[in-house]
């Protein structure tokens, strides 16, 4: 019944090692987001996918690459972790053609980097 | 760039009463939403409300309103009779309507229900 889903919810690892994040969406959205919010509560965008093609790239370090094997998913793979990736990221969907434009978000992972 | 100013980090009020919530914003868009999103401890993002700038009439949403100032580029979200499970970390965002979909958060306003 999730509309959005995260896996893994938290996330503990070692500087330097290489982790991945998936996404799904089961409301038959178009477009799917990665935001992240930092130790401050600061939300910022980091990418945005619609129709498996990646429309937003926000100047996010090129350890961060983005996939999108359908609409419904979006993963978001992290080489090479440094301390300063520690932070929640959160995936979440919408129509495009959706007037109202809402967003929907999924629970985020909690990554933390030692 | 557009920007987002929430200029309460905290606040903090008794349950039953009504609170507003500060925003103002900063674009040259004429046209664009803007949303109201609400993050408890569970730490899931909760859409509360939205409006479409077109839209002259202010949006609710049972307890929660909105005062849409367009001139002012403000914002403010007014929770009426306050309850415990209002307590959470809310934040305002813009989005324009056309162009990358991306909203553009405020920094958040942590909201304290006591009982």
């Known amino acids: 019944d999730t509309a959005v889903s995260q896996t893994p919810k938290y996330l503990v690892t070692q500087m330097g090692n290489d982790k991945s994040i998936k996404c799904e969406q089961n409301?038959?959205?178009?477009?799917m987001y990665w935001y992240k919010q930092d130790s401050k509560k600061f939300l910022k965008i980091m990418f945005s996918?619609?129709?498996?093609?990646?429309?937003i790239n926000e100047t996010v370090p090129n350890r961060f690459s983005p996939k999108s094997p359908d609409k419904a998913h979006l993963n978001l793979h992290i080489n090479s972790l440094e301390l300063g990736d520690s932070a929640v990221y959160f995936c979440?969907?919408?129509?495009?053609?959706?007037?109202?434009?809402?967003?929907?978000f999924g629970p985020g992972t909690r990554l933390l980097v030692l | 760039a557009q920007t987002v100013t929430q200029s309460q980090p905290e606040m903090s009020v008794q349950e039953a009463e009504t609170v507003t919530l500060s925003c103002t914003y900063d674009?040259?868009?004429?046209?664009?939403?803007l949303f109201w999103y609400k993050q408890p401890p569970s730490r899931q993002m909760i859409l509360v409300i939205r409006?479409?700038?077109?839209?002259?009439q202010n949006a609710t949403e049972n307890r929660f309103s909105v005062n849409f100032q367009k001139a002012a580029k403000s914002f403010s979200l007014k929770i009426s009779d306050s309850q415990l499970g209002d307590t959470a970390m809310y934040f305002c965002?813009?989005?324009?309507?056309?162009?990358?979909?991306?909203?553009?958060f405020g920094q958040g306003t942590r909201l304290t229900i006591n009982p």
């Open positions: 409301l038959g959205h178009d477009t």
């Open positions: 979440a969907s919408s129509r495009i053609g959706d007037g109202a434009k809402t967003q929907y």
């Open positions: 996918y619609n129709n498996k093609e990646l429309i």
């Open positions: 965002a813009f989005m324009k309507s056309q162009g990358a979909q991306k909203l553009v």
């Open positions: 674009t040259s868009e004429s046209n664009y939403y």
């Open positions: 409006q479409e700038a077109y839209k002259q």
